[in-house]
Nanobody, 121 residues
Framework: QVQLVESGGGLVQPGGSLRLSCAAS????????MGWGRQAPGKERELVAT???????NYVDSVKGRFTISRDNAKNTVYLQMNSLKPEDTAVYYC???????????????WGQGTQVTVSS
């Protein structure tokens, strides 16, 4: 009933930039916090950036100053601008969102299918 679809991943050289997008669709009454997580091979998934409905943002230390999260509430879309990319940023990136579908249901967290980001020369 709810889908999160990411786009914008790919192969980029160290120091390059990518912009990820994630659009939520389906039965949606309200979206609270949205965010991006990533999972590198052999590692656990980590949450790298979040943005509240009012615009407050948080970042994991390893991406501060390089990544910028933003959202378009009218489009139910969240973005992740990634600059100065490093090989250690290589991972599958997943978007997530806390979504309320109807007034009778609580917010539930939903995840997208992921998009691969590879930073390599």
């Amino acid at each position: 009933q709810v889908q999160l679809v990411e786009s914008g991943g790919g192969l980029v050289q160290p120091g390059g930039s990518l912009r990820l997008s994630c659009a939520a669709s389906g039965i949606i009454l309200s979206i609270n916090t949205m965010g991006w997580g990533r999972q590198a091979p052999g590692k656990e998934r980590e949450l790298v950036a979040t943005i509240a409905s009012g615009g407050n943002t948080n970042y994991v230390d390893s991406v501060k100053g390089r990544f910028t999260i933003s959202r378009d509430n009218a489009k139910n879309t969240v973005y992740l601008q990634m600059n100065s990319l490093k090989p250690e940023d290589t991972a599958v990136y997943y978007c997530n969102a806390d979504i309320q579908q109807t007034v009778w249901r609580r917010y539930q967290q939903h995840w997208g299918q992921g998009t691969q980001v590879t930073v390599s020369s």
